[in-house]
């Protein structure tokens, strides 16, 4: 019998899960909406700052940790919704939102490298 | 013997059936407007690391009616989130001290204190290079 992947899946979702709860209101504050609303400084969002504060490799390591838990955490609960729709193809909603995750993901690693 | 009735039930619009069902199919929704946010936060470190003048094409998307109307949506899913995420916490993990079940409104009261710390450092550490 094969090993289920579950754990892994699992884990992943509940570790994104608290990462977004804890931060994920006040990241798109600060990113999405505060510039727009004048609560932010404009200055916040420029190249210059965050270049500055994306050039420690901690914090890269420490935003690549937080984004890729959250994705991951999106991706699984993408899938269950899905299902939850009505939509019984899972291998193929598995496939396709893995499958943008780990694409994603890599993307992020290598934008971060490069930064 | 007759067959057993089987209530018939929508495979798809089951969840408007009940109030709760709807506060959890919004709670499961969230997933969509937060993987499509992480997307975007992606492409943006990506801009970023591709020049200046890349990020600067990129953040006037991201600070445009579109981007900003789809923050505020993915806002308020994201502060749903983390209301729902903690509420099911002390459910999930149950926690014992000293031989004693620690009270779940301590624990998601506790969660809440680890927000206010989370955010406020959060701030503090990206609007301080910008100030």
Not at chain 1, 28 to 33: A, C, K, N, R, S
Not at chain 1, 61 to 82: C, D
Not at chain 2, 49 to 73: C, D
């Amino acid at each position: 019998m094969g090993r289920s992947h579950k754990p892994i899946v699992w884990g992943l979702f509940a570790a994104g899960g608290t990462v977004a709860a804890f931060v994920l209101p006040m990241l798109i504050l600060i990113t999405g909406t505060g510039v727009g609303l004048g609560l932010v400084p404009e200055s916040t969002l420029q190249y210059d700052n965050l270049r500055a504060l994306l050039t420690h490799s901690l914090t890269r390591l420490v935003v690549f940790g937080v984004l890729f838990l959250m994705l991951w955490h999106a991706a699984h609960r993408l899938r269950i919704t899905a299902h939850d729709l009505g939509v019984r193809a899972d291998t193929l909603v598995a496939t396709v939102v893995y499958a943008a995750a780990g694409l994603g993901s890599l993307l992020l690693a290598l934008a971060l490298i490069a930064i | 013997m007759s067959r057993p009735y089987i209530r018939p039930v929508s495979r798809t619009g089951w969840w408007l059936a009940q109030p709760r069902y709807v506060r959890y199919m919004l709670r499961e929704i969230s997933s969509l407007f937060i993987g499509g946010y992480m997307l975007i936060m992606i492409t943006g470190l990506y801009r970023l690391s591709q020049g200046p003048q890349e990020y600067a094409a990129f953040l006037t998307a991201l600070l445009g009616p579109a981007g900003v109307a789809y923050a505020l949506v993915t806002l308020v899913f994201a502060a749903y989130h983390t209301y729902t995420w903690f509420i099911v916490t002390p459910k999930a993990m149950p926690l014992v001290i000293a031989g004693k079940r620690v009270p779940g409104p301590l624990i998601v009261a506790a969660h809440w204190l680890g927000f206010a710390v989370v955010s406020v450092a959060l701030w503090l550490l990206m609007t301080a290079g910008g100030a």
